[in-house]
């Protein structure tokens, strides 16, 4: 069974929970997710949370960046998603590791990380969804 890492805007929980759903009917197992933190217990949690995350994505087979539409912009990729993506991408490129890292769509140009996105999926280090089902 195949390991997937979810990530995207933590707050999209109802995609989060879709793609969640998705990856877990499809014989995918699920090893992480951006779950919300609730407000008073968020500074002392935010960092285990963190931590915790990134160890999931040295493990996983998968990582996938649900970057949904959000706020008007096609594609959404804040920057806590971009270091998790580009986490996943210096693990395959110093250690050797063959993590798929796939996004969902193209973000919009005006995505503050359009530029390396675009460069990335040139280079075939990352692809897209929509070629994963292909």
């Known amino acids: 069974m ?3 890492v979810i990530t995207g805007s ?3 929980q109802a995609e989060i929970n879709n793609w969640t ?3 877990k009917n499809n014989n995918y197992e699920v090893l992480d997710y951006p779950r919300e933190i609730e407000e008073t217990k968020f500074m002392k949690k935010y960092p285990i949370r963190h931590k915790e995350f990134f160890e999931s994505i040295t493990k996983t087979d998968i990582l996938f960046i649900m970057n949904e539409d959000k706020n008007g912009i ?12 580009a986490f996943g991408l210096t693990q395959n490129l110093l250690y050797n590791k063959n993590i ?3 996004i969902l769509k193209m973000p919009s140009p ?5 530029d390396e996105i675009y460069l990335w999926l040139k280079l075939g280090w990352i692809k897209l969804y929509k070629e994963e089902k292909e």
């Open 2 to 4: 195949k390991k997937v």
């Open 110 to 114: 005006e995505v503050q990380c359009y």
């Open 21 to 23: 759903n998705f990856f």
């Open 74 to 85: 096609t594609g959404y990729i804040g920057a806590e998603s971009f270091a998790e993506l």
């Open 10 to 12: 933590v707050k999209l």
């Open 100 to 102: 798929e890292l796939v």
